[in-house]
């Protein structure tokens, strides 16, 4: 197993640098150019529904981002913030839904995650937090 953790600012101009750390990673696996646009996705998604939800854009906030790969090149990546929560998790991953209208958000991060990985987990209480869990099988290019 391989893993890597990086806590940093709930500032949007962290969020590339923590998506390209977390591919930096994934290197070694010589994947696809479409499997790391994916990951990539799934990594701003995560990171930006922290920054804007989470922390409601205060940016006074921390966000985890850890990535592993198991022996049989399982990634598992976990983002989690200690924010506001959110009141109702399975509403929250209804496509379109958003808590953010006055931003014109499409309400699709927790949608567009959910297709670019094989499991999605969203654990959260009100006023503790977001943990999200995915988990991805990496196929190897060439």
């Not at 893993?3 to 070694?28: C, H, V, W, Y």
């Not at 995560?46 to 790969?69: C, D, F, P, T, W």
């Not at 976990?78 to 991953?93: F, S, T």
């Not at 209804?94 to 927790?110: A, I, K, N, V, W």
Request: with cysteine; aromatic share 6%; proline share 1%.
């Amino acid at each position: 197993m391989n893993q890597m953790t990086l806590i940093f600012d709930a500032k949007s101009e962290n969020e590339s640098f923590a998506r390209t750390s977390g591919i930096a990673f994934l290197m070694p696996w010589n994947l696809s150019v479409e499997m790391m646009m994916e990951i990539k996705t799934v990594l701003a998604e995560g990171i930006v529904n922290a920054i804007l939800h989470g922390y409601q854009n205060r940016q006074e906030g921390k966000i985890k981002l850890e990535m592993s790969v198991d022996d049989q090149q399982l990634l598992t990546i976990m983002i989690e913030d200690h924010g506001v929560g959110i009141d109702d998790v399975v509403l929250a991953m209804t496509p379109m839904y958003t808590t953010r209208q006055d931003l014109e958000r499409s309400g699709m991060g927790f949608t567009i995650m959910d297709t670019f990985l094989d499991a999605l987990e969203v654990h959260s209480k009100k006023g503790e937090g977001c943990r999200i869990i995915g988990r991805k099988q990496l196929k190897t290019y060439g």
